[in-house]
């Protein structure tokens, strides 16, 4: 039997890319600095650059400037190329630098290519796909640093897909990019350098569907993004008390699988949500809505959220740091939510 094969969540993302790119000749992929950056190549330094984190790296050289182009610093003028492109029997990949650019490109994104279908009663697709990455961490600053999936979920007629681990990272793109309505994968940033098992062979995770990343009998996790790391650490921790965490990696918001998260809290009796995003409207209140909405009778105990404060994200790391949920703040909420003494910082 031949070794699992581990590479990166970066290097999941752009196989996923070149499979699907290279299977299907009518796939674009637009974005800014994706190939080499402004005037590189007429500078002779080539396909160097590959976006801000180099995970476009060398797909221009492979599969043409013609497919892999790089854009103006106008989000709004290329995602509204995407989305007409995408309406004209193309399929497009556009990359958006960082989710915190989701207000320049919004129009066209959840006014356009999100209403279309909507507005043709089903008779015409968006096949769009938006790569975009989110999250803090890395200390890059409160422009660079949010995570807005909660407000993307919020409009209908997008899809929304967020990879915790690299095997999600390919499969939930394909699956992305095969799909006739426009989808929002936010990848996380400080997950790039994760390794873990990745076929080699193209696949599709299927959008809308959780994942138990852990079996438990105590209380349930669930997680947005890369808090499913936290609450992995979480559970280990917890472990050592005698206590069982279920963790349940949502793995998309929109749509969100609720009768995933239904089941396990049911099975457990006990709910913490955790997400590095503001809970002020997002989505972790909303999945604590849910379960008072269907599992209020199997609740033994109050729905715990773990959020970021309700503030920008800092730039100084010491703040940074203090500012994002851990794992020590989950089992601080799951001993809350069973009523349990004892606390970790």
């Known amino acids: 039997m031949s070794e699992e094969r581990i590479i990166t969540y970066a290097q ?8 699907e790119m290279e299977r299907d000749e009518e796939i674009l992929f637009l974005g800014q600095d994706i190939s080499g950056g402004a005037g590189r190549e007429a500078e002779g330094m080539g396909d160097t650059w590959g976006g801000s984190f180099g995970v476009s790296r060398g797909m221009s050289t492979r599969l043409g400037a013609g497919r892999v182009m790089d854009c103006p610093l106008s989000e709004a003028g290329y995602m509204g190329a995407a989305a007409a492109a995408s309406t004209a029997g193309l ?52 422009h660079h640093s949010q995570s807005l999936y909660g407000p993307a979920a919020h409009m209908p007629g997008v899809k929304v897909a967020i990879p915790a681990t690299p095997y999600d990272a390919k499969g939930l793109l394909i699956a992305a990019i095969r799909d006739d309505d426009p989808v929002i994968v936010f990848e996380n940033k400080a997950l790039y350098g ?9 696949y599709e995770v299927p959008i809308g569907r959780a994942r138990i990343a852990r079996p438990g009998t105590d209380a349930t996790v669930v997680t947005i993004s ?50 590095e995003a503001s809970g002020r409207c997002g989505a972790a209140a909303d999945i604590a809505a849910l379960a008072a909405d269907r599992a209020i009778d199997f609740l033994d105990g109050p729905v715990k959220l773990v959020t970021a404060p309700h503030a920008p994200v800092p730039f100084s790391p010491t703040l940074e740091k203090a500012y994002l949920p851990h794992a020590g703040n989950i089992v601080n909420a799951v001993m809350e939510s069973l009523g349990l003494a004892g606390s970790e910082g």
């Open 12 to 19: 999941a993302v752009r196989e996923a890319m070149i499979q």
């Open 91 to 142: 399929r497009v990949i556009a990359e958006l630098m960082f989710d915190d650019f989701l207000w320049l490109a919004g129009d066209q994104l959840f006014n356009g290519a999100a209403k279309l279908k909507y507005l043709s009663s089903g008779g015409q697709s968006c096949r769009l796909t938006v790569r975009t990455v989110t999250g803090g961490g890395l200390n890059a600053g409160m």
């Open 194 to 202: 994760v390794k873990g098992p990745v076929p080699e062979e193209a």
């Open 226 to 275: 890369r808090m499913l790391q936290e609450a992995l650490e979480a559970a280990d921790r917890l472990e050592k008390r005698g206590i069982s965490i279920e963790v349940v990696d949502c793995r998309s918001l929109s749509p969100l699988d609720e009768e995933t998260i239904v089941a396990s809290v049911s099975r457990t009796g006990h709910l913490v949500v955790a997400d």
